[in-house]
């Protein structure tokens, strides 16, 4: 069991640019949630997987936003005309399957700044 | 929709002494999970404690456990014998039918030597 690792885990980007997030979850796990968490905050839920399955969005989620999970593996997390207000940590967590709600274990993070 | 309450943005303790961090929550939901996560400074997120809501009995991991009043929707931490790596953000989180956490704003615990 490796862990949940996540890449890059630092990210400066300039207004305008697209970026591209990479979650790598622990390999039996068959559910995986994006969060994002602002300075003095708990983690906001942005959207989960289950497999390859995109099950649920949340309204933060704005169309510069997509997620994929191809394969039912590791999970990307796009944002394009990246805004000052998009700067945050962004959290990858996984869990395995056994009931309506699981355990979920987290990443690191990858921490985005947008200048 | 669920909402988790942290009303004490920080707290401190000596080393090796106890302290109770609070939390509240407020549900629809009959069938749920509630968390605590500690976040240290490297902030990676680690599961401290898990209670099944359906569960009566308290968890307890070691030196961490948690006062579960379904009832009153209240879902304290305790920690025993405080040690200096124990400072961290912790979050207390909730778990319903539909898969996604929902954090509280974080309590940030100082360990004093």
């Known amino acids: 069991d490796t862990g949940v690792s996540q890449d890059p885990r630092h990210k400066i980007t300039k207004r305008g640019q697209n970026v591209t997030f990479r979650c790598d979850p622990i390999s039996e796990h068959n559910r995986l949630y994006w969060y994002r968490q602002t300075l003095g905050q708990g983690p906001e839920f942005l959207t989960y997987f289950q497999n390859e399955a995109q099950l649920e969005k949340s309204r933060l989620l704005s169309d510069r936003f997509s997620a994929e999970r191809p394969k039912g593996s590791f999970s990307t997390l796009e944002i394009q005309r990246t805004e000052q207000g998009d700067s945050a940590m962004y959290l990858c967590a996984s869990s395995s399957q056994t009931g309506a709600t699981d355990t979920q274990y987290f990443g690191p993070g990858t921490r985005l700044t947008v200048l | ?113």
């Open chain 2, 1 to 113: 929709a669920q909402t988790v309450t942290q009303s004490q943005p920080e707290m401190s303790v000596q080393e090796a002494e106890t302290v109770t961090l609070s939390c509240t929550y407020d549900t629809s939901e009959s069938d749920y999970y509630l968390f605590w996560y500690k976040q240290p400074p490297s902030r990676q997120m680690i599961l401290v404690i898990r209670q099944e809501a359906y569960k009566q009995q308290n968890a307890t991991e070691n030196r961490f456990s948690v006062n579960f009043q379904k009832a009153a929707k209240s879902f304290s931490l305790k920690i025993s014998d405080s040690q200096l790596g124990d400072a961290a953000m912790y979050f207390c989180a909730f778990g319903g039918s539909n898969y996604k956490l929902t954090f509280g704003k974080g309590t940030l615990l100082t360990v004093n030597p």
